[in-house]
């Protein structure tokens, strides 16, 4: 589960981490306010108007700019809310933006040039450990400092049971060429984010920029959280956070009726039980010159109400031209789930797409017999090759 910039801040600062203060806004007028009142709270002068997306690269979309008095403030906001915001990350349909952070001026002229780095927390799959990685060149999109100045991207890898170790959090801030009150600053900022990432069951905590400011503070100027979704049980704060405007609304239509759907970009839908049989299912497919157009897992109950669910669901994918159910009966009967493809198909009306139907299992004898006697413009299928067979077939007809 994805947070905002400013909900990402906020579980940073529980932690200890220090932030670049800020006040959410959804109107011109509360931002307004909102500068005001951090203006109060922080003292500072100038403000930073920032769209509240999920995505990065907001700053080249123009969802990111500075203003120097409270009228810029209510201008910039205005132009802001509402936009649809296109960045790298969005898509070419790019994303309307509901609300702006209006945050506190932190590049403030002192004593010194305040600097940028760059730092995530993840896991690194290939050995279990978590991994914190960082770099001198903050502000710059992570793939561009890998592919220019790869020697400038560090890694500290850090054992889960043990957690994040004095030493390690000195490491890194002296390979970030810190000193003084910055150097102690960086690693109380390295330990703090380490344990937040650690304790709120993240799958990435991604700050870019981490911020050196002109008096030695580090602080978080962005913030990307993605939360784990199969531990938001123990996060019910945290799950409330959830923005599903910021999300497919066909991947919220399947959560909220229980279905593991995601959204691709092929030619063929998917229905299938269980998430082995699914990724094999969309091999298939690819072997017989299609594409999947998603991921859909009904699970063990594949009832008429629930397979009817999952074919409206697929169905609002406009570019699905064919439709493969591939379902093993170990648990549920195939004739049952046959009965309820033919309700489904009848309740639904006029499918305007072929549909082709492998189900293997308990009763998949009588299953192939009550699809065939059906009448419907469905396929049955036996074997996995009689069903990718069936796929091309019917992908070069429509083609």
Not at 102 to 128: F, H
């Amino acid at each position: 589960m994805n947070l905002h910039e400013y909900q990402g801040k906020e579980i940073l600062n529980s932690f200890g981490v220090e932030i670049q203060r800020g006040i959410v806004a959804t109107t011109p007028e509360e931002a307004v306010e909102a500068a005001k009142k951090l203006t109060e709270q922080t003292g500072t002068k100038w403000y930073v108007v920032k769209a509240q997306v999920h995505a990065g690269g907001r700053g080249k979309g123009g969802g990111v700019k500075l203003a120097k008095n409270l009228e810029e403030v209510k201008t910039i906001a205005s132009q802001i809310i509402g936009m649809t915001l296109i960045t790298p990350q969005t898509g070419a349909s790019g994303k309307k933006v509901h609300q702006v952070l209006i945050a506190e001026d932190v590049y403030y002229p002192g004593d010194s040039e305040p600097e940028e780095y760059y730092m995530s927390v993840l896991l690194n799959r290939s050995n279990g450990k978590n991994m914190i990685m960082y770099s001198t060149e903050g502000g710059m999109d992570i793939e561009k400092i890998a592919e220019e100045t790869p020697h400038l991207i560090f890694n500290e890898e850090i054992d889960p049971a043990l957690g994040i170790l004095p030493f390690q959090a000195r490491k890194i801030a002296f390979n970030l060429g810190l000193s003084g009150m910055a150097f102690k600053q960086m690693v109380k900022f390295v330990t703090a984010l380490y344990t937040a990432y650690s304790k709120t069951d993240s799958s990435l905590f991604e700050i870019n920029p981490v911020l050196k400011t002109s008096d030695d503070r580090i602080l978080a100027v962005d913030a990307k959280v993605t939360l784990d979704d199969n531990a938001l049980f123990r996060h019910k704060d945290y799950a409330a956070l959830r923005d599903t405007r910021e999300e497919n609304p066909i991947e919220v239509e399947a959560k909220a009726a229980g279905l593991n759907y995601v959204d691709l970009d092929g030619n063929v839908g998917c229905m299938v039980n269980g998430a082995g049989l699914a990724m094999a299912t969309m091999d298939l497919i690819k072997q017989a010159g299609g594409d999947p157009a998603n991921f859909l897992d009904v699970g063990g109950t594949a009832d008429a109400e629930r397979v009817e669910t999952a074919f409206n669901i697929i169905l609002k994918d406009p570019n699905v031209k064919a439709i493969l159910v591939n379902i093993f009966g170990g648990i549920v009967r195939c004739d049952r789930v046959a009965q309820g493809i033919i309700d489904a198909y009848k309740n639904i009306g006029n499918i305007p797409v072929p549909i082709i139907v492998r189900l293997q299992g308990t009763n998949a004898d009588i299953a192939k017999v009550l699809i065939e006697k059906s009448g419907l413009n469905v396929y049955s299928v036996t074997e996995f090759q009689e069903a990718a067979d069936k796929v091309q077939e019917v992908l070069q007809e429509l083609a």
